[in-house]
Structures are given as structure tokens and as C-alpha cells.
């Protein structure tokens, strides 16, 4: 933990630092898989399970069979808090949709805009001991409330060759389309190019390791899009006097066991806050199970004592967190000061974990600062947004003057005779 | 003008495809330019101004002074287009933004969404013998409505040093913070890095030559993200047996003219409208001023007949135009089956440079087919979305244990015990 009091402005700049993080040059691995894949299709893909995740399997389509039979496997209480948070996060993302509406700009000439989905998109889960059912939920149910048509799920297989139950039965319960099990590069190379089985989509969503990352990034260049940059989790709390230790310490704690790049940072105006966080920080971390990422992760953390409540908010501002906790007493009263944020969570009583599982909001959110010129994954993400116009015989002759003295001042004479052509005829 | 009748489906994949663009490896250029800005700031920006623009100018900074004299080098009659299509675009722009509606998912669980603006923006607005103050319009507008604190105009000076006063006319009216006379990738990496009197950046717009294009691929590794990717601009016109040739053809043609590597394509169920449409291009074409580049344009454009509207417009989502003209009778009733497409004109009024100009709608469109995955620019190109959420002590003790589980499930212990240590404090 690294301690600060009353941190002088012009040292801010190198707090608010990310580290660097050490990406090896992948690009010629990446390539080599892409090639592999584009060549070779789902006989690559079955022999990268092999190699890379020790994992045999026959085909690299999960059958229909498999995800009616998982859904026995995923226990009563788990199923019950899927559907509840399948349920917020459906009420949220609806309320996303917007009401058209039509805008007469001038008379007779009316605009608007409409969302259309995006067709097909792709959705990557990571593998490894957890399954990360909770994304399935965060990327899934915005894609089929947008109306996406084809919404594909790649994830790798464990060693036997299956998929974690849950991830199924989350699957199955969003509306995804078709699964596949396939993993790390190689599966985002899959929806980039497509093969026999997994169709080639416009979007790719979703977390991974640095080779997923450099796969994503790598699939921008065949025209495909991918839902944003990528970096280590992070939360920044500001606590006034009246938050709870305890509290700010399971928050900062469930962050940073996410990896040992988490950042962790706890800001304050009040002293016995800050020693008791620190406090409650080290004696929660003790019994915490499988704690030496944790442990790590806080070890570059900061906890610093802010003079205001506004200096703390000019800090985040600068920061830019993913997540952004205010656990003060009056918290709406500095929601307008919030620049910078990827999802802001209220009062004491609105933890991290609320939104990262179950509260409605979306958990995929803008890292490493990149909370000042991205938003999260919302509905937005699966969706674009056509502007329309109609133009009446009224509408143009209001319009035409400025039209074609525009286009002429831009040098621009076939723009200009598109509407004198018009305006003659209706003479 | 390639013309076709009733083409087979399966080869609807050749005919959509756009030109592979020849873009030469400029990574090394465009690293030793990002260097040298880095290194040497405005006096680079100098530099470069006479190596490329040929232009001696002793400050990169417009001053205000130019500004206010650009004014009275505007003739009037430009000035009131101008000032009316600033109007409209500000018109429809503002009813993007969205009432902030607060989503009650649980009860105790308030969620929410708020815009705020990006701070620092960059608008790049290339040289040349046109001078594009529509483009100025198209991105400063939206970003003073969004609230964007500094909105930073770059742009090349020309051979005495000097910017179009129409430029720099309509970047006052809209608000444009500051304004440099750079150019090229020079332009780019000024407002990524930062130079002595550029700020540095959060987002970056406007079009360019490929030297530009690249360069703003190229910040995206500085964490500053970009507009959309870039490529040469496009319409598609489906056509019924009541559009009128001679609009038709003026539309290709202003489509044409900006450039030898614009993309046209028309499409009609109406064997006589194709036949005239044709021949009113070539009519038109040959009374057209400068026409060298639109006709080099029309000699890779498609005028293709089709058995059914459903069948073109099945043809133009496989497309997905920048600009989509229906210019048809019920042009309304075929809305719902667009699936991609950046702008769409209704009927036989609704010229495209309606929409490049002063209806109210955005020019800034996703081309190359990216309107299959993007939108084109609009206020929400300027803001972020943040996420609020705000819990009562009821409203975890709602969701608590559908949070607990969850994260037990992924292996999270300390997200569960965030939840567990606050319902514990509450009994």
C-alpha cells in the first residue's frame, strides 16, 4: 500500500499513473494463427484445443443435447440468481432503447434516427478455473434485446472437452445462437474469418488474456469491430466521514482479487477513515481464501488523505476510474462534479459486486483510463444508429439556396446541380 | 459504368465488394513524424509546414485577430448558409440528447445512465483547394451542444500562411476553443502528444489523405481514440419506375465528384429509368466542370436491374451504403428493411447534399461497409455514458443473495464478502 497525505497538485499527474503494462510483440503469433484458421478452419481449431488447452474434442460445435443437459447440472439457487440478474440487466438495457423522433428542421424537411442491430456479433468468454457466466449475461442480453440476429459464443473447453454448466445454461438463457468451443486467439480469429461451423460477425465482445487482446485487435484490420481497449480492472472510492472501513475494505478487496495488475485507490478527507481502511484492508485480506493476488495488487495500491471532497473528485476526474464508489453521506450532491467514470456506485450500500452481477448496469466497462473518451457496453454497443431524412418539394425549395451556395463556396458543382436540377423542375 | 441485369445472388458477393485500397506501408513515416512533433513541438509543426504546405508562418496559433478578420472576407450570402445550416444541424443534433430516466430494477436498486462531454476534442479539417467548412460544422456543433470544454481545429495553412476564412468563420460560430494552422499527420500526432500551444487530446475527427488516416490509426496506441475508420465515400439509390432520371444521374454525380475513388452504384426495378439514368449521367457528366475525377468515378460504378425493391434492398444491406437514396413512390413503407446504411433519403427531394450540407443530419458516415458495424458521427461521438447506481439498505438486501451466489460460483470470495460483511452490519 502506498500511503499519501495531502498529495501537492503537481504530483497528481504520476499518481494517477497506470502501469505500463510489459505487452510482448505478439503481432507474428497472431498472424500465424489467423493464417492457421483461415487456412485450415475448424481442424485448426480442433488442433489448437489440443495444444493449447489440452483438450480433446470431436466437434467444435456444442450440440443443442448438451445445452438441454446442462441446465440439470447448474444447481436451483445458482439458476434462481442468473434469472434475477438476467432480469435487471434486461430492465436496464430496455430502458436504452430510444423513442424516435422525428425533427422538422425546417419546414419540409424532417430527421431522424432509428437503431438497427448489428447483425452478428461474437462473444468471447475466457476460460481457466472460473466460469465467467456473468459476462455471458452482460454481452448477451443487450445483443438479443438490440435484435442482434446471430449472437456466437466462443469459449474453451476444459480438459475433458466441455463447457462449464453455467456458461451453458447463461447462454441458452440470453438467447445466444450458437456456442463453440474454442478458445485464446484462435477463436477470435474464427468470428473474424469464419470457418465450417462458426460464422464471421462484425462485432467481437468480450475480456481475455493478452492474446485474446492482441486477436481483437488484429481482427480490426478485416473491417471487424471490437467493443473497446482493453486494460486491468480498477475502483477509486472517495469516502467522507461517514463511510463504513469495513465496507471500503471489502470493496477495495473484491477488486483487487480480480488480478495482481488491479488498481486499487482510496481517497478520503478524514483521517481515522483512511487508518481504519487500512486497517480493516490488511485484516480481511488474512482471511480471505487464495489471497496472494490480492495481496499483490494492493501492494501498489494508494490510499491517500484529500484536503475536500472536491479535491478527491478533480483527483478521480484525472484518474478516470472504471469504477468510481462514492461512499459519503450526501453523495448525489457530487454526481454532477463526476467527469470522468466508467459506472459510478452510491452510498454505502451500493458495492461494486452489486453491478457486477446483478444490479441492471453493465459490467464491461472503459479501463486504464479510458473512462475519459469511451463509455461502457450498453445497449448502444449492438446497435447503429441510421439518420433519416425526408425532404418535401417545400422542403428543398427552403433549403436549396444555402445548398448550392455551400457547394459552390466548397468548389463542389455536381453537389450544387443536385438541387438546381430539382428546383428548376418544380418552376 | 458496369451494367447489369438480374445478377444471380451468389454473385451479389462480388459486386458489393469495394476496391482493395493500395495503402502503402506508412508506419515508418508516420513514426518519425510522431517522434519529431514529440521531440521539437510547434517549432516541427513550423517545420513542416514548409516542407509539405510550403507555407512560412512564424506561430502555429491562430490568433483572434484573424479570426475576427475572417469575417468580413465572408460574403454574405455564405454567411447566412453557413449560420442556417448550423441552425439545422444544431436542431437535430439537440434532440439527441436523452432525458436521464432512472430505472428502479429491484426495489431499492436505482440505476441510471448521464452524458458527459469528452473534454478535450480534436477536429482535423484537411486543405486542399476546397475549403470544408461544412466539416467544421458537421463536428464542431455536436461537440459544443455535447459540452465539450476545449474543441481544438487543425488544418493546413496555405502558400502565404493562411486559413479560408469560411473555416475559420464557421469555427467561431461553433464554438471551436483554439485553432492551428498544421496539417497532415504533423496535425495528428500534435493533438495526441501535445505540443507547446496544442493541447493534447481525448478524441480525435475529421477526414484526410491516407497520410492522415494513418496517423490517426496511429494514436490510438497513445490511448486517444478516433472517430471511425476511414475510406472513400459511397452512394447506392434504388430506384422505382416513378424516380426521375435526371435526379437520379445528379446524385450519382455529386457522389462521383469527390473523388476517382468514390463508390456509385443504382439499382431499379425499371428497365426505362435505367436507360434514361445512364444517359442522363453521361449528359450531365460532360456539362460538368472538372469532371475528370467523376467520370474516372462512373467507370467502376454499377447500374444494375433487379427483379423486386425487396430484392435491391436485400442487395443494399449486403452493401451497406454510406448514403442510401430511395427514390421511390412509398420510399417510407420499405424503412423497416433497412439493415445497413449511414444516412437514408426518402424520395425524389431528398438529394444527398441535402444531408453533406444543411438538413440537420450528420456527413460524418461509416463507409467501406462499415455501416454494417458502425454509426456515423453524432452527439454521442462526443459524450461518454456513465452508469449511476444506488442502493438502500432494502435494495441489497433484495439483490444480496443473488450476488453472494453468483460470486461464489466464479470463484469471487471477496465480491460475495462485500455483499455479506454489509447485510451482516445491517441484521
Known amino acids: 500500500m502506498r500511503l499519501n497525505t495531502y498529495p501537492q497538485k503537481e504530483t497528481w499527474s504520476e499518481l494517477v499513473k497506470r502501469p505500463v503494462l510489459k505487452r510482448e510483440k505478439l503481432t507474428e503469433t497472431i498472424t500465424e494463427i489467423f493464417d492457421e484458421v483461415s487456412k485450415n478452419g475448424d481442424r485448426a481449431l480442433i488442433e489448437f484445443n489440443k495444444k493449447f488447452d489440452n483438450a480433446e474434442v470431436e466437434t467444435i460445435k456444442v450440440s443443442q443435447k448438451e445445452v438441454v443437459e446442462a441446465e440439470s447440472l447448474v444447481g436451483d439457487a445458482l439458476k434462481s440468481a442468473i434469472q434475477q440478474a438476467r432480469e435487471n440487466i434486461a430492465r436496464f438495457h430496455a430502458s436504452q432503447v430510444p423513442q424516435t423522433e422525428k425533427i422538422e428542421t425546417v419546414k419540409g424537411v424532417v430527421c431522424w434516427r432509428e437503431n438497427r442491430a448489428i447483425g452478428k456479433v461474437g462473444i468471447y468468454i475466457p476460460g481457466g478455473t472460473a466460469p465467467l457466466f456473468s459476462t455471458v449475461l452482460m454481452l448477451a442480453v443487450p445483443a438479443q434485446l438490440a435484435g442482434c440476429k446471430e449472437i456466437v459464443l466462443c469459449t474453451p473447453p476444459d480438459k475433458e472437452g466441455k463447457i462449464n454448466p453455467a456458461i451453458l445454461y447463461a447462454a ?72 463504513v ?114 444490479s441492471g448496469t453493465n459490467h464491461t466497462l472503459p479501463t486504464n483510463g479510458f473512462a475519459k473518451n469511451y463509455s461502457g457496453v450498453s445497449l448502444d454497443s449492438f446497435v447503429k444508429k441510421i439518420t433519416f431524412q425526408n425532404l418535401s418539394e417545400e422542403g428543398l425549395k427552403n433549403l436549396g439556396k444555402t445548398i448550392e451556395v455551400m457547394a459552390e463556396a466548397e468548389g463542389l458543382s455536381a453537389h450544387r446541380s443536385a438541387v438546381s436540377i430539382r428546383l428548376k423542375a418544380t418552376e
Not at 468470428?191 to 462458426?198: A, N, R
Not at 495500491?301 to 464508489?325: C, D, G, R, V, W
Open 172 to 243: 441458452k438463457l440470453c438467447g445466444v445462437t450458437e456456442i463453440f468451443r474454442t478458445g485464446g486467439a484462435q477463436a477470435i480469429a474464427a468470428m473474424t474469418l469464419g470457418t465450417e461451423s462458426i460464422p464471421a460477425v462484425y462485432k467481437i465482445f468480450g475480456p481475455g488474456n493478452q492474446y485474446v487482446v492482441a486477436a481483437k485487435e488484429f481482427a480490426q484490420n478485416y473491417k471487424v469491430a471490437i467493443d473497446m481497449p482493453a486494460g486491468p480492472s480498477e475502483v477509486l472510492i472517495i469516502a467522507d466521514g461517514e463511510a
Open 245 to 358: 472501513p469495513a465496507f471500503c475494505a471489502a470493496d477495495l478487496l473484491s477488486q483487487a482479487e480480480h488480478g495482481s495488475d488491479s488498481q486499487v485507490v482510496f481517497l478520503t478527507t478524514d483521517e481515522k477513515v483512511l487508518e481504519e481502511t487500512v486497517r480493516e484492508t490488511e485484516k480481511q485480506l488474512a482471511v480471505l481464501p487464495r489471497n496472494e493476488m490480492a495481496a499483490e495488487a494492493l501492494r501498489n495500491s494508494h490510499f491517500i488523505l484529500m484536503k475536500t471532497l472536491e479535491e478527491a473528485l478533480e483527483f478521480s476526474n484525472q484518474y478516470a476510474p472504471e469504477h468510481l464508489i462514492l461512499a459519503m453521506e450526501n453523495a448525489e450532491q457530487y454526481i454532477s462534479g463526476i467527469e470522468n467514470a466508467g459506472s459510478v456506485f452510491l452510498g454505502n450500500y451500493s458495492c461494486e459486486s452489486a453491478g457486477d452481477y446483478a
